[in-house]
């Protein structure tokens, strides 16, 4: 035994509250021994009630200490001096970090060492053992928060009359095995730190606020409350065609529908940040944080193929019969619009996905013959495909000229004369422009 503490050994007169500490640390850590009747200058004391001591530590770990860490403990005693004391070996345990019951899973609940001595962990290192026990991804990591409460998700069950117990919550993975809250857990409770914004603008562009709204608690009450706004402002228009009068509504309820849902079930919640909705006069935009998952293209998405990031969460609103199979919503946005000109546009990023929804009425409101909103993207018969950064950059200049030459494109883009003439060839086979004139004089107006 070594005479001095150190990162795997520590010394206690006698059973303390702070040996949960310890031991916590030690399995969060590398393992170490804690040695009951040691003086912390190396001395053997000797423990009195041997029995009676170990059993009192073997019942504080197992009550105190979450997830459960006993088949990484030892209870021994060793002959020191001439005098008994207690040895209890900690191995490092398989499910970091082990914190205290009492205390959650936060820097005043998880103990590490440092050195010779248990000191708390920082969020940082508690999120890297999290990781590295749980994988990376989000909705089967445990949740930091483990004090959570489900009114709005025992409500949306009951209704479903669908049971929501304990057995259920393990079974779509809300808790581990062992109780323990995961993240999704937490999105679905009402103590869900992810929210919804909505915003409603004046005319095309993000310049007048007219409405603006955010949604929190959990992602079932948010897909309500904002469902509920942006049918608010899905207006019905009527048309008379001969005896009969039709009403249209802006958009349709299914693409609304869908949309709301692919926002909030199949962005990625790692990174912190709100979903984002935005309603314009011709249009509504959902930006969710997360490109595409890996090896998935928008062309896959067109076809209906579905590779779910939150694989957890989809299921549970599969239950609650929100989304039918995978893969269905995309092509159901679409097939909402029918033939008509305007459909919805899908664009992604490495960081984020777009869904625009164009109002189906704007022509009556705005005597349009074209939408001018985001330009690209899939879904927009003008437009095929997205626009690349220089192909945006261009068409941007039209806010403040009508007409623009080459050379405009040159000064903006910073390119060359042969660069350019390339963008401008693709915007005009894309039909967003048209050329004036020929040779030197050619000019570019919108198409």
């Not at 504080?60 to 040895?87: C, H, N, Q």
């Not at 959570?148 to 779509?172: C, M, S, V, Y």
């Not at 039709?246 to 692919?262: C, K, Q, T």
């Amino acid at each position: 035994m070594d005479k001095f503490e150190s990162a795997i050994t520590e010394f206690k007169r006698e059973y303390t509250e702070d040996l949960k500490k310890t031991i916590a640390a030690f399995a969060n850590t590398k393992g170490g021994t804690l040695y009951i009747g040691i003086a912390d200058d190396g001395t053997a004391l000797g423990v009195d009630k041997i029995d009676d001591t170990i059993l009192r530590v073997s019942n504080a770990v197992r009550i105190a200490i979450k997830p459960d860490v006993s088949l990484f403990v030892d209870y021994g005693t060793e002959i020191m001096e001439g005098t008994t004391v207690i040895k209890v070996t900690v191995q490092k345990g398989t499910a970091s970090p082990y914190y205290l019951a009492g205390k959650g899973i936060r820097p005043e609940g998880v103990y590490v060492r440092q050195g010779a001595s248990t000191v708390p962990a920082s969020e940082a290192a508690i999120l890297k053992m999290i990781r590295e026990t749980d994988g990376e991804k989000y909705e089967e990591i445990r949740s930091l928060n483990q004090d959570l409460t489900f009114a709005e998700a025992e409500r949306f069950f009951r209704e479903k009359d669908l049971p929501f117990g304990l057995n259920q919550q393990k079974t779509l993975r809300l808790q581990t095995p062992e109780g323990i809250y995961t993240n999704l857990g937490l999105l679905l409770s009402d103590q869900s730190v992810q929210t919804v914004k909505l915003a409603v603008f004046e005319g095309l562009e993000k310049e007048i606020f007219k409405d603006r709204r955010e949604f929190s608690g959990s992602l079932l009450k948010q897909l309500k409350d904002a469902y509920t706004f942006l049918d608010m402002y899905n207006h019905t228009h009527a048309e008379v065609k001969g005896l009969y009068r039709i009403d249209a509504r802006d958009y349709p309820e299914d693409a609304l529908r869908e949309a709301l849902l692919n926002a909030l079930v199949h962005r990625d919640y790692g990174f912190s940040g709100s979903t984002l909705i935005s309603i314009f006069d011709d249009r509504i935009e959902f930006v969710s944080i997360g490109g595409l998952p890996k090896s998935i293209s928008l062309d896959d998405i067109m076809l209906g193929i579905s590779v779910p990031r939150n694989e957890n969460l989809a299921n549970v609103f599969y239950r609650l019969s929100l989304i039918e199979a995978y893969g269905t919503g995309i092509p159901r946005i679409l097939r909402s619009y029918g033939d008509g000109f305007r459909k919805p546009v899908l664009q992604a990023t490495n960081n984020a996905f777009k869904i625009t929804l164009p109002n189906r009425n704007v022509s009556a409101l705005m005597a349009a013959e074209k939408p001018p909103y985001p330009y690209g993207g899939y879904g927009n018969k003008t437009a095929p495909a997205p626009l690349n950064e220089n192909e945006a950059k261009t068409i941007a200049l039209f806010k403040n000229q009508p007409v623009i030459i080459r050379k405009d494109v040159e000064a903006a883009l910073e390119v060359s004369q042969a660069m350019a003439v390339r963008v401008l060839r693709g915007l005009a086979d894309k039909g967003l422009i048209r050329s004036i004139g020929g040779g030197k004089k050619t000019r570019y107006e919108r198409g």
